[in-house]
């Protein structure tokens, strides 16, 4: 599954991917909601809820 959002790809479902994507990671959105077991890496932004506009 493909995102996009104003004619451009914001999101791709990894799942259905196969091989190395090879992409990086810039943010990570409602980390405040995260489970406690849950560890963050330490690539790209992190919001406790959604990006700010």
Do not use: F
């Amino acid at each position: 599954m493909v995102g996009v959002y104003k004619g451009q790809v914001h999101g791709v479902t990894l799942g259905c991917v196969n091989g190395d994507p090879e992409i990086q990671i810039a943010r990570h959105i409602y980390v405040g909601s995260k489970a406690t077991w849950e560890v963050m890496p330490s690539e790209g932004l992190q919001y406790d809820k959604g990006q700010p506009d």
